[in-house]
């Protein structure tokens, strides 16, 4: 069905035509109806389903213009909420709405003045969004649509004390949406409170794409630096994105791999603004070749054409495994991701493998000084050995 059968106003269609989509995904073809039906949604997707018009452009379509903020959308991360106010002012261009973006990181200035000036449509990280609001800048009466992007990671952030005191500001006659890829209890009871008898809609992918070929590579864990360096110098790569689990992991790890010669940017929570994007512009245009970043700075991020991944630290959430990995191989290219196990990973690794419901081949790599291997099962040992030639 294309988007001209749902129902969409011709400004939205106009939007999202000159965007260049033509068709719908499964989100935007089951939620699409459903929001301009008025009803309130559980959105269980990830990123990269197309979620953000499945709720933008509804919205854009029921919103018409008035001047006054009816429409909020909370977003975990600085660089969500300018990717999804970006995505409603491209949807939104052949109407008179007005978006503006409220985060941290940046002066006040150019957002009390959007404010001052009148704008429909609110897209904010949480913290900020309750600073203009307790200066009496940012008002919430008039609020028709709340939508809570990406909530497991508000959550992952400690954010659903500040989102909670959001949504008492907000009008209790609302359309509320929930997006979140995994629903753990704490965002099921969240969603008990904030939404009105939702409509769940379930979108996702619990295996990797077959584009992307993906395998463990056990090693002890003091050993995990010289590895990343063996793969990277092994490997033919175009770009590579390692991922870890924290903060001062991913600084070490960029600090390692540029003293190792690598072109290396690095991307996490406590950069600034500044420092975000000109790692994500380096790293898109090629001044650096490998980017380093936690799972909450990298969720959502627009980048193409990542032909490696390499998960330094496992995952927290097994989930998370096929979302990190889907950052390659997208658009039918093909991909490669590696993933470091340390016996302490045994546990983590089950959940994953009973997530996709698939065993993930464990690769040793020749000639390598290996402290062990009992991570790799000896009767398998020579076929890994093979598998790992065969990619490189």
Same mark, same amino acid.
């Given at each position: 069905?294309?988007?001209?059968?749902?129902?969409?106003?011709?400004?939205?269609?106009? #939007?999202?035509?000159?965007?260049?989509?033509?068709?719908?995904? %499964?989100?935007?073809?089951?939620?699409?109806? +459903?929001?301009?039906?008025?009803?309130?949604?559980?959105?269980?997707?990830?990123?990269?389903?197309?979620?953000?018009?499945?709720?933008?452009?509804?919205? @854009?379509?029921?919103?018409?213009?008035?001047?006054?903020?009816?429409?909020?959308?909370?977003?975990?991360?600085?660089?969500?909420?300018?990717?999804?106010?970006?995505?409603?002012?491209?949807?939104?261009?052949?109407?008179?709405?007005?978006?503006?973006?409220?985060?941290?990181?940046?002066?006040?200035?150019?957002?009390?003045?959007?404010?001052?000036? #009148?704008?429909?449509?609110?897209?904010?990280?949480?913290?900020?969004?309750?600073?203009?609001?307790?200066?009496?800048?940012?008002?919430?009466?008039?609020?028709?649509?709340? @939508?809570?992007?990406?909530?497991?990671?508000?959550?992952?952030?400690?954010?659903?004390?500040?989102?909670?005191? $959001? $949504?008492?500001?907000?009008?209790?006659?609302?359309?509320?949406?929930?997006?979140?890829?995994?629903? %753990?209890?704490?965002?099921?009871?969240?969603?008990?409170?904030?939404?009105?008898? %939702?409509?769940?809609?379930?979108?996702?992918?619990?295996?990797?794409?077959?584009?992307?070929?993906?395998?463990?590579? %056990?090693?002890?864990?003091?050993?995990?630096?010289?590895?990343? @360096?063996?793969?990277?110098?092994?490997?033919?790569?175009?770009?590579?994105?390692?991922?870890?689990?924290?903060?001062?992991?991913?600084?070490?790890?960029?600090?390692?791999?540029?003293?190792?010669?690598?072109?290396?940017?690095?991307?996490?929570?406590?950069?600034?603004?500044?420092?975000?994007?000109?790692?994500?512009?380096?790293?898109?245009? #090629?001044?650096?070749?490998?980017?380093?970043?936690?799972?909450?700075?990298?969720?959502?991020?627009?980048?193409?054409?990542?032909?490696?991944?390499?998960?330094?630290?496992?995952?927290?959430?097994?989930?998370?495994?096929?979302?990190?990995?889907?950052?390659?191989?997208?658009?039918?290219?093909?991909?490669?991701?590696?993933? $470091?196990?340390?016996?302490?990973?045994?546990?983590?690794?089950?959940? $994953?493998?009973?997530?996709?419901?698939?065993?993930?081949?464990?690769?040793?790599?020749?000639?390598?000084?290996?402290?062990?291997?009992? +991570?790799?099962?000896?009767?398998?040992?020579?076929?890994?050995?093979?598998?790992?030639?065969?990619?490189?």
């Amino acid at each position: 069905m294309p988007f001209s059968k749902l129902g969409l106003s011709h400004g939205a269609l106009q #939007g999202v035509k000159a965007a260049g989509y033509t068709d719908p995904t %499964p989100i935007q073809l089951r939620a699409i109806p +459903l929001v301009l039906a008025g009803r309130d949604i559980i959105g269980s997707a990830q990123t990269g389903t197309g979620k953000t018009a499945a709720f933008a452009l509804p919205i @854009i379509t029921k919103l018409g213009q008035h001047g006054k903020l009816r429409a909020l959308i909370l977003e975990p991360t600085r660089e969500l909420a300018a990717q999804v106010e970006t995505a409603f002012r491209d949807y939104g261009r052949f109407t008179d709405l007005r978006a503006v973006v409220i985060y941290g990181g940046v002066g006040y200035g150019a957002q009390e003045k959007a404010l001052r000036e #009148g704008v429909d449509i609110v897209v904010a990280t949480p913290g900020r969004l309750l600073d203009h609001m307790e200066q009496g800048r940012c008002k919430l009466d008039h609020i028709e649509f709340l @939508i809570l992007d990406e909530a497991d990671r508000m959550l992952d952030m400690g954010f659903l004390p500040d989102v909670k005191r $959001i $949504i008492d500001r907000c009008p209790a006659r609302r359309q509320t949406m929930l997006f979140s890829a995994t629903v %753990p209890p704490e965002i099921a009871t969240l969603a008990q409170w904030a939404l009105k008898n %939702p409509e769940t809609i379930e979108i996702g992918r619990r295996r990797p794409a077959e584009t992307i070929r993906h395998a463990l590579y %056990p090693v002890a864990d003091d050993q995990r630096d010289e590895l990343v @360096i063996e793969l990277l110098e092994r490997t033919e790569y175009d770009s590579v994105l390692v991922f870890c689990r924290t903060k001062d992991r991913a600084d070490h790890v960029a600090a390692m791999l540029h003293r190792s010669g690598h072109l290396v940017a690095v991307l996490h929570s406590n950069r600034t603004q500044s420092e975000r994007e000109q790692a994500l512009r380096g790293f898109r245009d #090629g001044r650096f070749e490998v980017l380093v970043a936690t799972d909450i700075a990298a969720r959502g991020l627009d980048i193409e054409d990542i032909s490696h991944v390499i998960n330094y630290d496992m995952p927290q959430h097994a989930e998370d495994y096929v979302h990190r990995i889907g950052r390659t191989g997208r658009a039918l290219a093909t991909g490669n991701a590696f993933t $470091i196990m340390t016996a302490d990973d045994k546990k983590q690794v089950h959940a $994953i493998e009973f997530f996709i419901g698939a065993s993930v081949p464990r690769v040793k790599i020749d000639n390598f000084p290996y402290k062990y291997t009992t +991570l790799l099962d000896p009767e398998a040992e020579k076929r890994m050995r093979t598998m790992g030639r065969r990619r490189r």
